[in-house]
């Protein structure tokens, strides 16, 4: 069992979340942080079309073992002020600080035993949350040990080898109309557009973009925070995570300076669910919504659960 109650924090605008305690409180308790991964899905991790709970999920997860968490909406999203399309990366690192931060104050936790998980662009942001606001440990979840300059147009890289490598009508359709060369130059046009731009945000084709979050994110580089993290770390990424490289969860553990562990999960992807199957970038969003409905990966929560009891809840 678990109560929930209604958080505001004062960082560079209010943000909003949800504490989540256990019933049976201890005088101090620990306390997890979870940072949420790219996208303006609200604290839950739910957005329009995107119904999949997994931030609440791992929250009452942790919350019936023993830990006190909190998850809020990014500046800029649902109950939150600010503007996410000028929200960049170090905005969100301050912002993610400041959630910090208040755990520590709060009366009801040890601050000596406040974590971060971190989800996808989370796990990429934890190691320098925790570079700016010390924590006791991270968990990094689908995250991934390069700079972002490469890593990102990884994804567009494996689309565009899809296109090339497609059969059949489609495949001679996509020959015919030279999909996977125009995809790529429009693509070159957009980075180089954005990458030379100075505004926070920009319209493409009567779209907003977030340039600024674009032109950090190319700069920024999680190696350099990770090789500065001393704190207990556990690495984690499903085998069929096409978002990441699964590789990369043994090079955050070695990276780090701490004590570190890292898995593999068998059969799990980037929204944590089962999936025996190989996911296709091409079709990636509807193979994920046939899966919102799915529980988060039993053998995902058995690990964590073992670690966090070994260190924290002695």
């Keep these: 069992m678990s109560q929930m109650e209604e958080v505001t924090i004062e960082s560079q605008f209010t943000l909003k979340g949800t504490l989540t305690t256990p019933t049976d409180l201890k005088e101090r308790n620990p306390a997890i942080l979870i940072i949420p991964g790219t996208g303006m899905t609200n604290r839950d991790g739910n957005d329009k079309g995107i119904n999949i709970n997994i931030y609440k999920d791992l929250a009452d997860f942790f919350?019936?073992?023993g830990f006190i968490t909190f998850?809020?909406?990014?500046?800029?999203?649902?109950?939150?002020?600010?503007?996410?399309?000028?929200?960049?990366?170090?905005?969100?690192?301050?912002?993610?600080?400041?959630?910090?931060?208040f755990l520590k104050k709060d009366q009801r936790v040890d601050a000596d035993s406040v974590l971060?998980?971190?989800?996808?662009e989370g796990a990429l942001l934890?190691?320098?949350?925790?570079?700016?606001?010390?924590?006791?440990?991270?968990?990094l979840l689908?995250?991934?040990?390069?700079?972002?300059?490469?890593?990102?147009?990884?994804?567009?890289?494996?689309?565009?080898?899809?296109?090339k490598e497609t059969r059949g009508f489609k495949g001679w359709l996509f020959k015919v109309l030279n999909v996977a060369k125009k995809a790529q130059k429009q693509q070159d046009a957009v980075m180089a557009k954005i990458l030379n731009s100075k505004e926070d945000m920009l319209k493409i084709k009567g779209t907003k973009v977030n340039a600024k979050w674009m032109r950090e994110q190319y700069d920024y580089?999680?190696?350099?925070?990770?090789?500065?993290?001393?704190?207990?770390?556990?690495?984690?990424?499903?085998?069929?995570?096409?978002?990441?490289?699964?590789?990369?969860?043994?090079?955050?553990a070695s990276t780090v300076k701490g004590e570190s562990e890292w898995h593999i999960i068998h059969d799990m992807n980037h929204i944590l669910r089962k999936y025996p199957k190989d996911h296709k970038m091409l079709s990636l969003m509807k193979e994920y919504k046939e899966m919102f409905e799915q529980p988060i990966d039993a053998e995902l929560l058995e690990v964590m659960e073992k670690w966090l009891k070994e260190k924290y809840l002695n």
């Design 116 to 120: 971060i998980l971190g989800h996808s």
């Design 63 to 65: 919350t019936s073992i």
């Design 142 to 163: 689908a995250g991934a040990a390069e700079p972002s300059k490469v890593l990102l147009p990884k994804q567009f890289e494996m689309a565009m080898k899809e296109i």
């Design 126 to 139: 934890a190691p320098a949350v925790h570079a700016q606001e010390p924590v006791a440990g991270l968990i």
């Design 71 to 101: 998850r809020y909406d990014k500046r800029g999203t649902h109950e939150s002020d600010g503007d996410y399309y000028t929200a960049g990366v170090q905005d969100l690192i301050d912002d993610a600080c400041a959630c910090v931060h």
């Design 221 to 252: 580089n999680v190696c350099e925070y990770l090789e500065k993290v001393t704190c207990p770390t556990l690495a984690i990424t499903g085998a069929k995570d096409i978002q990441v490289p699964p590789d990369h969860a043994e090079k955050i």
